[in-house]
């Protein structure tokens, strides 16, 4: 069940949160920019990076394609290569794709809708609302993680296993929906911190769910063979083989299919290379 507080909690609420953003607020590049390119770019990068790690290869990233239709027309490949670092190269191909359907869809004009962007290649429903907060700033309703702690830890001490539609009504009712954007930037920093402080209570979501080990994982194995394939040159099985260790021999051939599948890697003459 949704909490239901009073005025004076919701004002106490909106109050803590503004009075923090004002003294603590964090600088990022993507804050100072209302280009609908650039943030789409960096919410991708966020869904799964800290933000250390998306800082140092945001600039890079937009410096090699500068614009929707540029990144649209670049080999895969090179989109690869230039996410390195990053992780979950996944969204690597899915930014490729989706700056693709930009151009051939949208005429190379990203929509000011939630519900058209959460149609695009890795952008679920939250992904679209934060783009449509911080792009065009809309009064749209979303979750992210640093979102979730901050209303799990105010309105549900002591509670387990809180759902995302119990947090939502919350969300929606203390919105400014004079300046969502820099609202949402505020209860972004305000849960960054609660994370700082040692104390997560997104343990005590509903969604809550420990991250695998990633040390002899099939996820170190795909980026291991991503790496040793962005140079562009092909590589024989064996010679892949050698090069990520007899500890990922079991899961080496399943896991190029894999890659193979999702149109990562092309098979020719029993070597892989990088599409």
Not at 151 to 169: E, M, N
Not at 186 to 213: E, F, I, V, W
Request: glycine content about 8%; aromatic content about 12%; charged content about 20%.
């Amino acid at each position: 069940m949704t909490p239901r507080p009073t005025a004076v909690q919701l004002q106490e609420f909106r109050s803590s949160i503004w009075d923090y953003y004002q003294h603590h607020r964090r600088l990022m590049p993507w804050r100072e920019t209302a280009d609908p390119y650039h943030i789409f770019v960096s919410e991708v990068m966020l869904q799964q990076t800290q933000v250390a790690r998306v800082r140092q290869k945001y600039g890079g990233f937009l410096q090699r394609f500068p614009s929707w239709h540029e990144l649209a027309v670049a080999r895969l490949a090179d989109v690869v290569q230039q996410w390195q670092g990053l992780g979950y190269n996944r969204r690597a191909r899915f930014l490729h794709q989706a700056a693709g359907e930009v151009v051939s869809r949208f005429a190379g004009g990203l929509p000011a809708d939630q519900q058209l962007l959460a149609t695009l290649p890795g952008i679920g429903r939250n992904t679209a609302g934060a783009i449509c907060a911080f792009a065009f700033g809309m009064p749209v309703v979303f979750i992210e993680t640093n979102i979730r702690r901050v209303f799990i830890h105010f309105f549900f001490a002591g509670r387990y296993k809180v759902s995302d539609a119990q947090l939502l009504p919350l969300v929606e009712q203390t919105l400014d929906r004079s300046d969502p954007r820099q609202w949402y930037f505020a209860l972004m920093d305000y849960g960054a911190t609660l994370k700082a402080r040692g104390s997560n209570p997104n343990r005590r979501s509903a969604h809550y769910s420990r991250q695998p080990g990633f040390e002899g994982s099939r996820r170190q194995l795909r980026g291991a063979i991503l790496r040793l394939l962005v140079s562009g040159e092909p590589l024989a099985l064996a010679d892949i083989a050698a090069a990520v260790g007899e500890q990922h021999a079991g899961s080496l051939e399943s896991v190029l299919s894999d890659l193979e599948n999702e149109g990562f890697l092309a098979a020719e003459q029993a070597h892989y290379y990088l599409r």
